[in-house]
């Protein structure tokens, strides 16, 4: 078996030792019983792989880069459940070839899940902005024998491809499984074991509606793309909530209202949301000072970037930058 290193890693080069053995316990996992599933990228970068596994279920971590319209082709024997955790993609065309089904979904960001049904291929199309992360769960049918009891078959369920914004109480348990493969805590194995089940149990409970419904009454889609591209165009500028809406035609209460069913957050919580994400990506620069970091993600001083980043990451930006 071959393992390749980058050298160019910063963990390789703040720690040679530690990030080789790292690597070699990481490849010694995939070696496990569960098959790997087949996964092909076009017009993107994996820049970072990580693997663990949660009782019978495994889970890999990729941060992938793409500036371009890309392709994900995904098969596997198991259930294929995929979370995006970080990056925003627009234009997403999501076919489940097996199952004759597809959906479009005019954006993709943290929280957007894809299901896959074992034993099928799904291939999804969209244009990415810089760097992304994802969780992929794979679930044998086989692990759901383990919630039978006198009243039903677990291993019966069907469970339909869906795709869209995830159900929050299935995304939290798979950003706790996110977090406990990047910052591994005590009672490792037991606390695993025990989210492996709360999966399980979502997956049953919510079988087909995995993913939430289209919020009624949201922005149209020509609408939407206008806007987030107006957010994102320069994060450096926060537009007013008169010139958004003026942008595509609504009045200010309409569009605030409408934007919020369509996303999920008020326009000011996005836009910060994305000021946050494109910190994390300079912060990858050890050259850059968090300072420059701040302004050019459009924060006003370093302590408004630090008090905003602790919020929303539950770390302080030079803790971030020290786990990096």
């Not at 790997?36 to 990729?62: C, Q, T, W």
Request: with cysteine; hydrophobic share 35%; glycine share 6%.
């Amino acid at each position: 078996m071959t393992i390749a290193i980058s050298l160019s890693n910063v963990g390789f080069r703040r720690n040679p030792v530690s990030y080789l053995r790292r690597a070699c316990d990481e490849v010694a996992a995939t070696s496990e019983d569960t098959p790997s599933p087949h996964i092909n990228r076009k017009h993107a970068r994996v820049m970072a792989r990580r693997y663990d596994r949660f009782g019978e279920l495994s889970a890999e971590l990729f941060q992938c880069e793409s500036n371009q319209q890309n392709e994900l082709e995904v098969s596997a024997e198991t259930h294929i459940l995929l979370m995006r955790h970080s990056g925003v993609a627009s234009r997403c065309e999501i076919v489940w070839s097996d199952h004759g089904c597809s959906k479009r979904l005019s954006e993709v960001r943290e929280n957007s899940i894809l299901f896959a049904p074992a034993r099928s291929r799904v291939r999804v199309t969209k244009k990415d902005s810089g760097c992304y992360g994802t969780i992929v769960l794979q679930i044998p049918p086989c692990a759901l024998e383990s919630l039978n009891d006198e009243h039903r078959d677990a291993s019966r369920v069907t469970l339909a491809p869906q795709a869209g914004t995830g159900q929050p109480e299935l995304c939290q348990v798979m950003s706790a499984m996110r977090d406990e493969i990047e910052r591994p805590g005590p009672a490792g194995q037991l606390y695993k074991e025990a989210l492996a089940l709360q999966l399980l149990i979502r997956l049953l409970r919510s079988a087909d509606q995995l993913a939430i419904a289209p919020a009624k009454g949201g922005l149209a889609a020509w609408q939407l793309r206008r806007t987030i591209d107006m957010l994102e165009g320069d994060l450096t500028s926060t537009p007013s909530l008169a010139r958004l809406a003026a942008q595509v035609g609504l009045s200010p209460t309409h569009f605030c209202t409408a934007f919020r069913r369509s996303t999920g957050l008020p326009p000011h919580r996005y836009l910060l949301n994305r000021r946050i994400e494109h910190a994390k990506r300079l912060m990858a620069d050890p050259e850059r000072s968090l300072t420059e970091v701040a302004l050019d993600s459009g924060f006003g001083s370093s302590s408004q970037f630090a008090t905003a980043f602790r919020r929303a990451d539950g770390r302080t930006p030079s803790a971030y930058r020290r786990g990096l």
